[in-house]
């Protein structure tokens, strides 16, 4: 794969500011507002029995533990349903309407779309309240159609009611509370389940959310600040030092992985992280979970694989049927398959319906919009939804070959099209650098959608033995790679194959990120720098020797004439 430097960058600080249009540490001073009108006051003011409808993925569950700590601040009678992933499906729907008793139905993080239900809720004579992030409907004219509610808040709606945009169903929950809850130890609570979430949905770490995500990570990084099961949490993952990398592939995938593999896992996961006493066996299942989902989605992504490379061909869309998977690993294991493949790929499974499928798209392809494809393609499916990078969708399984020419035919275009020249930013040139980048770095985090990780080319890594050789492998079958070198380690994921293939070089050239990895020795804290790798190749440039090195070249010359 080629490479090439992105601009004339030179500093941290110019990445930074061209990934993000602006100086983004003058975010962090400002105060950001959310008005919620007449919310606040129909809540406090509401005496009868409170329903509240989340999801039950990370954002979900947060969701539900931070109107849960309002509830109780509040002394309400309040019931919290997570819908079953299988047998309910996503959001408010009349079904959850007939299992759930509250005169107030509140969702969060969905029900921006749910007007059967909502309209339903209203005929019931319940009040209804909808707090959400997600895109509204539009009728033939473009125009934005909402559901019957008392309140609804959704600022990819309608902007107006913040300073900051782009909020996960946390983040919006999390201001809330801030506004109806004035005690700190319940806003800590509440801030570190909001940065969580607002890592785990992907959300722009712009304005309020890159001041919720920062201040979270400080909390998360005080134990006596967090609530007792969060801790635990922590703990459990050896997140000693928690940043946004720990979220978003220790913590977040930890929590989700309840709703991925179990109908009712969401409520469950909301459940446990609630107590406030013998949590530990709970936390452990939670942790036993995620690593059975992680072995589900490797074993199936496998599978997957084989049937792939027996094709005649790669499609330029990869459209599978596996049979009956967990719903909540396919949209893994796609992702797995457009990473190695370089393609969109859906992967589809069976549902409680036997004549209909379900299944999950991904999509890299940054000249492409999956959910546009699927638009054109919508005649095949019984119904879809998503966005340019991820969807969901569903379809009779008489149409899966229709489905598989279809997608094909529409997006070989963007596939031929597509360049796979890669990028970095900035180049070090001498490895002793190393700290200096890294303490530059640490000045605009926390990084990730809307601030992208500034990514390195770094050339000429020597690598150092070790008493055990010149690498580490580790994962269950030794598929990832650990270097020592000069200033700092490197790790691989995936990367053991490609190591041997090009012949164990003793130098090689990289692009990766730069980071820390914290350990504690006998109670001592240990830091050291680590590269984690994008990509590497065997080393082919001859580094000039320093005056001193050619000296002593020379002398030995002299010494065998």
């Known amino acids: 794969m080629d490479y090439r430097k992105r601009e004339n960058f030179y500093t941290v600080k110019e990445v930074v500011e061209h990934n993000t249009s602006k100086d983004i540490l003058k975010e962090e001073d400002r105060n950001y507002q959310f008005d919620f009108g007449g919310i606040p006051d129909m809540i406090r003011d509401h005496s009868g029995k409170i329903s509240i409808i989340s999801d039950y993925d990370v954002d979900g569950v947060c969701c539900s533990l931070i109107l849960d700590m309002i509830l109780v601040f509040l002394q309400k009678d309040f019931e919290v349903y997570v819908p079953r992933r299988e047998t309910d499906g996503y959001g408010l729907s009349e079904k959850i309407l007939d299992k759930v008793s509250g005169t107030l139905i509140i969702t969060v993080d969905n029900g921006i779309v749910a007007f059967d239900a909502v309209k339903k809720a209203k005929e019931q004579g319940r009040s209804v309240i909808i707090l959400d992030h997600h895109l509204p409907a539009r009728d033939a004219d473009g125009k934005i159609i909402y559901p019957e509610a008392d309140h609804i808040i959704d600022l990819e709606a309608d902007a107006g009611n913040a300073d900051s945009d782009h ?70 993952n050896y997140a000693n030092n928690v940043t946004e990398s720990d979220i978003g592939f220790k913590i977040a995938p930890t929590i989700n992985a309840m709703g991925r593999l179990y109908n009712d896992g969401g409520q469950v996961c909301y459940q446990i992280l609630k107590m406030q006493s013998n949590f530990t066996p709970w936390i452990e299942h939670m942790i036993a979970v995620n690593k059975q989902r992680q072995l589900i989605t490797k074993e199936k992504t496998k599978i997957a694989k084989e049937i792939i490379d027996e094709m005649d061909h790669i499609p330029s869309c990869i459209v599978l049927y596996l049979g009956r998977i967990p719903e909540g690993v396919v949209g893994l294991i796609a992702g797995k ?118 990514v390195f080319y770094i050339p000429n890594y020597s690598i150092l033995p070790t008493p055990a050789g010149f690498y580490e492998t580790f994962g269950a079958e030794e598929e ?81 004439r």
């Open 480 to 560: 990832h790679i650990r270097f020592s070198g000069y200033n700092g380690k490197a790790v691989g994921f995936y990367f053991t194959d490609k190591y041997k293939e090009e012949g164990e070089p003793k130098k090689i050239d990289m692009i990766g990120t730069i980071g820390e990895k914290i350990f504690y020795f006998h109670h001592k804290k240990q830091t050291f720098l680590q590269i984690q790798m994008e990509d590497f190749w065997k080393s082919e440039n001859v580094i000039p020797k320093t005056h001193l090195a050619m000296k002593i070249k020379d002398m030995a010359e002299n010494r065998e």
């Open 167 to 236: 909020y996960c169903g946390a983040g919006v929950v999390y201001k809330l509370l801030c506004e109806m809850v004035p005690d700190e130890t319940i806003q800590n609570h509440a801030l570190a389940y909001a940065a969580i979430a607002t890592i785990a949905d992907v959300m722009p770490l712009r304005k309020d959310n890159r001041k919720i995500v920062k201040n979270g990570l400080e909390v998360l990084n005080h134990m006596d600040l967090l609530p007792p099961t969060l801790k635990e949490l922590l703990y459990k």
């Open 337 to 454: 398959l457009t990473e190695e493949y370089g393609v969109p790929s859906i992967v589809l499974t069976d549902t409680a319906d036997s004549e209909l499928m379900k299944g999950s798209g991904r999509n890299d392809l940054d000249n492409m919009n999956l959910k546009s494809i699927l638009d054109d393609c919508s005649d095949l499916l019984v119904k879809y939804g998503g966005h340019e990078a991820a969807a969901g969708l569903s379809l009779k399984k008489t149409d899966l070959i229709a489905f598989q020419k279809a997608m094909e035919k529409a997006i070989e275009p963007y596939v031929r099209n597509h360049t796979t020249e890669r990028y970095y930013d900035l180049e070090v040139e001498d490895l002793e650098d190393l700290p200096y980048y890294y303490k530059e770095l640490r000045k605009y985090a926390p990084y990730g959608n809307g601030n992208p990780e500034p």
